[in-house]
Structures are given as C-alpha cells and as structure tokens.
C-alpha cells in the first residue's frame, strides 16, 4: 500500500540525522496520500539507520492503523491534527534541530533577516505559547502560531515544517536550521535588522517566480 508514499516519507526521514536535525530516534516525517487520505508516518523508538519503506506505518485521520507492524510516532496526533486542520498540508516534519530550537527553548520568533528564510517563507518563523505534549494543545498552538503559513517552532519543544509534501516539509526544516544558525552567530556579534515586509513580499515573489526548472508565479518552485 502506498508504495510510492513510503520511499519518500523513509528517504525524507533519513535526511533528518544526515543533516544534522536530529539525534537518536527523536524527530519524524509524513506524507499524506491525497486520495485516500491516509498518512505515512515513522514508528515510535526506531533509530533512523534502521528505517525501511517497509518499516513505515499507514494510518488514517482517526489515528487507526491501515498497515504497519509497528507502533507509529508519539507525535502522529500532532501531524494528524495538521492535516485535518489544513488541507493544504501535504507533509509534516518535525524535529528538534539545535538552532532553531533554541530559539523555542527562548519563546523567541526567528527573525527574517536572511534568503533562506524570506524566499521560501516569505515571512520570521514564529514561535507559539509553551503547549502541553500530545494531539489537540500542541496542534492548536503550531496553528496558532503560523497563521497560515508553513512553519512554526513550539516554544520549549522544537520546530514543526509543513509543505506541500513530506520532500518540502523536510526541505523547509533544513532551510530554517541553517538560517537559525545563521541567526545566532550574527547576533553574538551585535543587533540584527530585520527586511521589511515590503522586502520579504518582493523576495518571496521572485524566488516563487525563478527557482528551479519549473517554477513560476502560480504554483511556486518544485519541493527544494
């Protein structure tokens, strides 16, 4: 069942621990099937050099499991909270990357000071209010927080990335890491100025516009 699916969900959670987001078991993807509906989540526990395609669970929006041997992610709730919430969202990752999370472990917004961040998101990466771990409250607060866009960071938790689909998610989850790196390193040095939001809507625009081989004003880039 959803063969496809599950390469890329299992290609996209290895990407995690190779580039530096994540450790141990800690942190997952999920791609959701846009016509059945169900999503392919990591199991819970299960170090990320061990995941197969195979290994991948099916659920549904209920949280029941359709195939799979394992138990899935703790954080399935949240990822299917997500997708019942925003049916844009064809992918989910999250992850606890030092960077970014520090700045949740501050309560504090990633401001958008740099490319990485004002062309792919066109906006700071907000942080929410803390939120109690599970399915509803933390769900309430990743929405709360990006207001429509598609990243947000938990305070005292970590980052969460949505995309068009588990590739972009993941994309958009290495993209802020870097630029949060970036971030503190320029402000150990002294004060950062934020673009305007003029600036970010121009930025934004032509990155939608000219990156990649396909991307244009409608549909924006290919995942990254």
Known sequence: MLAALREEVCAQNHELPLNGLVVGSGGNVSGRDPDSGFVVIKPSGVKFSMLTPESMVVVNLDGNVIEGKMKPSVDTGIHLYLYRNRADVGGVCHTHSPYASSFAARGERIPAVLAPITHILGRDVPCSRYATPGEVDTGEAILEAADGGMAALVKAHGVFTMGKSATEAT????????????????????????????????????FRKNYGQNGNKETGPPAL
């Open 171 to 206: 994309s958009f989850a290495m993209y802020i890491e870097e630029a949060a790196k970036t971030t503190h390193l320029a402000m150990l040095r002294g004060r950062v100025e934020e673009l305007s939001q003029k600036e970010i809507d121009r930025c934004h625009a032509w």
